[in-house]
T-cell receptor
Framework: AQSVAQPEDQVNVAEGNPLTVKCTYSVSGNPYLFWYVQYPNRGLQFLLK??????LVKGSYGFEAEFNKSQTSFHLKKPSALVSDSALYFC???????????FGTGTRLTVIP | DTEVTQTPKHLVMGMTNKKSLKCEQHMGHRAMYWYKQKAKKPPELMFVYSYEKLSINESVPSRFSPECPNSSLLNLHLHALQPEDSALYLC?????????????FGPGTRLTVL
C-alpha cells in the first residue's frame, strides 16, 4: 500500500524568506516521489521528482526537494520565496511496480509581499 | 510540443445530456489518464490507458465512458450525469504508465451539471 501525507493545509511565508512545504510517504517498496504545483483553475505542473541517487533534487523555478529515507520525507524547499510562488502544492508517490500515482491532500502556499 | 490540450475549457450540461471531453498530446506519450478534481482536493484517478488499451478503471460509474481512438487522443464521454459529478476534469499523459515517469497535465475542463 502507498500513501502520502502533507501535514500542513496552509503555509505562509514572507517574500524573500526560505520556504518549506512538508511531505511524508509510505510505500512497501522503493518510492518514486514527485512534486506538482497548481495555480487557480489550472492543471498541475510538474516541478521535480526523486528516482534514486542524490538525495537533493533540483527542479523548476528554483525549487528543490530533499529525500530522507530514514524519515520517509520529501520536503519541498526554495531559498527565497516569490509572491508568484503562491499556489497549491501536491506531493505524490508511486511505489515501484505500481501504475497509480497517489497524491497528498495539498498545501496552499501564500507568499506575503 | 510539450503540451496537453483539453477541450472544452468549460461545460455546462443537464442531467439528460450527452457530451464529450477531449484531450490531445503530441509528445509521443503512450500512457494517458483521466482525473477528477473537486475544489481544494487532490486529483482522483479515474482511468489509465496504456498503449491505447484501458489498463486501470478505478470503479468509475458507467455514466463516464473513456475512449482512446489513437495514441494522441483521449476522450471522456458523459451521459446522465449527476450534480455531484460537477468538478474539474484533468487529462494527463506520460511516456509510459508507472515507474518514474512524470505526468504532464492539461489545463482541465470545468464541468457543471445542472
Amino acid at each position: 500500500a502507498q500513501s502520502v501525507a502533507q501535514p500542513e493545509d496552509q503555509v505562509n511565508v514572507a517574500e524573500g524568506n526560505p520556504l518549506t512545504v512538508k511531505c511524508t510517504y509510505s510505500v512497501s517498496g522503493n518510492p518514486y516521489l514527485f512534486w506538482y504545483v497548481q495555480y487557480p483553475n489550472r492543471g498541475l505542473q510538474f516541478l521535480l521528482k526523486y528516482i534514486t541517487g542524490d538525495n537533493l533534487v533540483k527542479g523548476s523555478y528554483g525549487f528543490e526537494a530533499e529525500f530522507n529515507k530514514s524519515q520517509t520525507s520529501f520536503h519541498l524547499k526554495k531559498p527565497s520565496a516569490l509572491v508568484s510562488d503562491s499556489a497549491l502544492y501536491f506531493c505524490a508517490v508511486r511505489d515501484t511496480g505500481a501504475n497509480n500515482l497517489f497524491f497528498g491532500t495539498g498545501t496552499r502556499l501564500t507568499v506575503i509581499p | 510540443d510539450t503540451e496537453v490540450t483539453q477541450t472544452p475549457k468549460h461545460l455546462v450540461m443537464g442531467m439528460t445530456n450527452k457530451k464529450s471531453l477531449k484531450c490531445e498530446q503530441h509528445m509521443g506519450h503512450r500512457a494517458m489518464y483521466w482525473y477528477k478534481q473537486k475544489a481544494k482536493k487532490p486529483p482522483e484517478l479515474m482511468f489509465v490507458y496504456s498503449y491505447e488499451k484501458l489498463s486501470i478503471n478505478e470503479s468509475v460509474p458507467s455514466r463516464f465512458s473513456p475512449e482512446c481512438p489513437n495514441s494522441s487522443l483521449l476522450n471522456l464521454h458523459l451521459h446522465a450525469l449527476q450534480p455531484e459529478d460537477s468538478a474539474l476534469y484533468l487529462c494527463a499523459s506520460s511516456q509510459r504508465a508507472g515507474g518514474y515517469n512524470e505526468q504532464f497535465f492539461g489545463p482541465g475542463t470545468r464541468l457543471t451539471v445542472l
